[in-house]
């Protein structure tokens, strides 16, 4: 287990469906970050939070919502998507202190299949 | 704007060899460069960190070498074991921003 724990593992639902993607962080850190990667493709970061505010939105559709309660949770919520959303959908951590050398540690992923 | 590259994209090799995999990177600015290695239904595991004032860094069997000047980094695995088959993805963290920049990642496969 890295710490960084990530419900549901995987996740198929329509284009019409609302469904909503958990992470939950056991390692103190105050930085919280949601990652897309696509077959092939390099991750793409797509929202950053640090101290439960956001602080990076990588020109992320509105379909997806992120929610941050506090610094140990971080939620993606999905709605109305699209086929090509189809992804794994990685949380990461980092103690958000020092930019320059936060390391960041992994979530094991949620696989989003969207019909 | 920085771009990440990884070649091969998939690799095959018999147990027991040594194997370099290659990451280049367009815009030599950068802070550090990481190896991180992925296994199927897990996250990602940070394998080494070199900074950009470095050369190289090892770790056991693994061995990662920067070039900053060309936008080259290599991961050697000595003696090849079929536990190390994942995928291999390497990122640069930029100067400016401290930004992530990811490469698409080698997908390893060693045979026993």
Not at chain 2, 54 to 65: D, F, K, M, V
Not at chain 2, 81 to 95: E, I, K
Request: proline share 6%; aromatic share 8%; hydrophobic share 30%.
């Amino acid at each position: 287990e890295t710490g960084v724990t990530q419900t549901p593992r995987h996740l198929v639902m329509g284009m019409t469906n609302k469904k909503s993607l958990k992470c939950e962080q056991h390692l103190g850190h105050n930085a919280m970050y949601w990652y897309k990667q696509s077959a092939k493709k390099p991750l793409e970061l797509m929202f950053v939070y640090n101290f439960k505010e956001q602080t990076e939105n990588n020109s992320v559709p509105s379909r997806f919502s992120p929610e941050c309660p506090n610094s140990s949770h971080l939620f993606l919520h999905l709605h109305t998507l699209q086929p090509e959303d189809s992804a794994l959908y990685l949380c990461a951590s980092s103690r958000g202190t020092t930019p320059r050398t936060d390391t960041q540690y992994f979530g094991p992923g949620t696989r989003l299949t969207v019909l | 704007k920085q771009e990440v590259t990884q070649i091969p994209a998939a690799l095959s090799v018999p147990e027991g060899e040594n194997l370099v995999l290659n990451c280049s990177f367009t815009d030599s600015a950068i802070y550090n460069l990481q190896w991180f290695r992925q296994d199927p239904g897990k996250g990602l595991t940070s394998l080494l960190l070199i900074q950009s004032s470095q050369r190289e860094q090892t770790s056991g069997r693994l061995n990662a070498s920067l070039d900053k000047s060309s936008g080259r980094s290599t991961l050697y695995i000595a003696a090849s074991q079929p536990g190390d088959s994942a995928t291999y993805l390497c990122a640069v963290r930029m100067d400016s921003n401290y930004q992530l920049i990811w490469g698409a990642g080698t997908k390893l496969i060693i045979k026993p």
